[in-house]
């Protein structure tokens, strides 16, 4: 499959690449969206001058991301798996359900800040937020669809027709629009509003005395790897989860091919965690006590566990703390949802 993701990458920007000088500035009807950095955030991956977020363009790609017509059967949008309520993922899934039921086996991410993300999946299959949907759209057990069979369809669409010409200098139905209209809709989906965002920029809210003890725990044993204000460092370890012998997920050892990537996953980000349950890259773990039980006394040793769960002689340690001490943690990590986000309604469906 990740052999398919180049060549089709090349079919789709080797074209482009030549004309990427002439930047398609938006004029008139069709004015630049803001895309603001929030002051406590790093500066974007994402590359905004390339595919500069238009007005046109992200309602396109917002009707893009929650029409059925992206998947063989008509049903399964992409908001299908990632629903606003739950941060975008797939609330009460293990693992991904897409067309005609049938079953992944990976738990659908959050989506949010991808901007600022330089890779992306559990195991970082996909190195461009542009590329990303093409895993979705074509996998056979999530949209089960192919570019040509989508862009015929939507050429039957007047609406679409006209919001492409709109949104695009070319004014083309092609993937190379589709997938950049959809990065438009993404980028622009920044979570930035919670009260530990308020707290970090000094705007009057406080933690308790709770939160406060817990974000000094999770300094100390948690953000070496769910790190700074993104709560990830973006790179790829092993956290000690048994191997599931249903699925065997390998994990960024499938893109790399190095033995020593087996079974790590990326770190990933913790914004809105009280909403993204069931954990980890399966959805094995029901509930945030869950994952810091696991922490504390669920640690499997293998070849690639992280060596930070181990002591100087080499036995698994895994993250001491007491039963006050996670729900202190617990009660940090819930000061990461952003109501302002989850309800923001320039990403809803309706
Ligand atoms: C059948 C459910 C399903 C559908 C439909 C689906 N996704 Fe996903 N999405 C997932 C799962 C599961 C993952 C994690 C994939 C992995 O790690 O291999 C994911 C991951 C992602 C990521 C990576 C996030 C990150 O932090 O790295 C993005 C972006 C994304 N999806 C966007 C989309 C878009 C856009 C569409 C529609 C074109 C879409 N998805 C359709 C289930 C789905
Ligand atoms: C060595 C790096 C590392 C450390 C230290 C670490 N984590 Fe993680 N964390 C990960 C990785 C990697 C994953 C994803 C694992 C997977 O799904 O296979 C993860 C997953 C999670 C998840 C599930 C997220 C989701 O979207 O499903 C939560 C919650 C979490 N960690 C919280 C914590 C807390 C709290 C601590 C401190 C007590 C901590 N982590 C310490 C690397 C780490």
């Given at each position: 499959m990740?052999?398919n993701i180049?060549y089709?990458?090349?079919i789709?920007?080797?074209?482009a690449?030549s004309?990427?000088?002439?930047?398609y500035?938006?004029i008139?009807?069709n004015?630049?969206l803001e895309?603001?950095?929030?002051?406590?955030f790093?500066?974007p991956?994402?590359?905004?001058t390339?595919n500069?977020?238009t007005?046109k363009?992200?309602?396109l790609?917002k009707?893009?991301f929650?029409?059925?017509r992206l998947?063989?059967?008509?049903?399964?949008?992409c908001?299908?798996?990632?629903?606003?309520?739950?941060?975008?993922?797939?609330?009460?899934h293990?693992?991904?359900?897409?067309v005609?039921?049938a079953?992944?086996?990976?738990?659908?991410?959050?989506?949010?800040?991808?901007a600022?993300?330089?890779?992306?999946?559990?195991?970082?299959?996909?190195t461009?937020?542009?590329l990303?949907?093409?895993?979705?759209?074509?996998?056979e057990?999530?949209?089960?669809?192919?570019f040509?069979s989508?862009?015929?369809?939507?050429?039957e669409k007047?609406?679409y027709v006209e919001?492409f010409?709109e949104a695009f200098?070319?004014?083309k139905i092609?993937?190379?629009n589709?997938?950049?209209?959809?990065s438009?809709?993404?980028?622009?989906?920044i979570?930035?509003?919670?009260k530990y965002?308020?707290i970090e920029?000094?705007?009057?809210s406080?933690?308790?005395?709770n939160?406060?003890a817990?974000?000094?725990?999770f300094?100390s044993?948690?953000?070496s790897?769910?790190?700074?204000?993104?709560?990830?460092d973006?790179?790829?370890r092993?956290?000690?989860l048994?191997v599931?012998?249903?699925?065997?997920?390998?994990?960024?050892n499938?893109?790399t091919?190095?033995?020593?990537?087996?079974?790590?996953?990326?770190?990933?980000t913790?914004?809105?965690i009280?909403?993204?349950f069931?954990?980890?890259?399966?959805?094995?773990l029901?509930?945030?006590?869950?994952v810091?039980?696991?922490?504390?006394?669920?640690?499997?040793?293998?070849?690639?566990?992280?060596?930070?769960f181990?002591?100087t002689?080499?036995?698994?340690?895994g993250?001491?703390m007491?039963?006050?001490?996670?729900?202190?943690?617990?009660?940090f990590l819930?000061t990461?949802?952003?109501?302002?986000?989850?309800n923001d309604?320039?990403f809803?469906?309706?």
């Amino acid at each position: 499959m990740i052999k398919n993701i180049g060549y089709i990458v090349f079919i789709l920007f080797g074209a482009a690449c030549s004309s990427e000088k002439d930047e398609y500035v938006p004029i008139g009807q069709n004015p630049a969206l803001e895309f603001t950095i929030p002051s406590n955030f790093p500066e974007p991956s994402y590359n905004i001058t390339l595919n500069t977020p238009t007005e046109k363009g992200f309602e396109l790609g917002k009707k893009l991301f929650y029409d059925g017509r992206l998947s063989s059967d008509g049903v399964i949008s992409c908001g299908f798996c990632h629903i606003q309520d739950f941060a975008f993922t797939h609330h009460t899934h293990i693992v991904s359900h897409g067309v005609n039921g049938a079953l992944g086996t990976r738990n659908a991410q959050p989506l949010h800040n991808l901007a600022f993300m330089k890779e992306f999946t559990w195991d970082g299959a996909a190195t461009h937020l542009d590329l990303q949907p093409i895993i979705p759209i074509t996998a056979e057990v999530e949209m089960n669809e192919s570019f040509s069979s989508i862009l015929q369809k939507l050429e039957e669409k007047p609406e679409y027709v006209e919001l492409f010409a709109e949104a695009f200098e070319d004014q083309k139905i092609n993937s190379e629009n589709l997938l950049k209209a959809l990065s438009q809709f993404m980028i622009m989906m920044i979570s930035s509003n919670s009260k530990y965002d308020k707290i970090e920029r000094n705007e009057g809210s406080v933690f308790t005395a709770n939160e406060a003890a817990g974000f000094e725990l999770f300094k100390s044993k948690c953000a070496s790897c769910h790190e700074g204000t993104l709560f990830t460092d973006q790179s790829y370890r092993n956290n000690g989860l048994a191997v599931d012998p249903q699925y065997n997920d390998i994990g960024r050892n499938r893109v790399t091919g190095l033995a020593s990537d087996l079974h790590k996953f990326k770190v990933p980000t913790l914004r809105n965690i009280e909403l993204t349950f069931p954990y980890m890259h399966d959805g094995r773990l029901k509930t945030l006590t869950d994952v810091l039980n696991h922490y504390s006394d669920g640690l499997v040793d293998s070849e690639t566990l992280d060596p930070v769960f181990k002591n100087t002689d080499g036995a698994v340690i895994g993250i001491p703390m007491t039963e006050e001490e996670k729900d202190q943690i617990i009660d940090f990590l819930k000061t990461l949802t952003d109501d302002d986000f989850l309800n923001d309604n320039r990403f809803s469906e309706f």
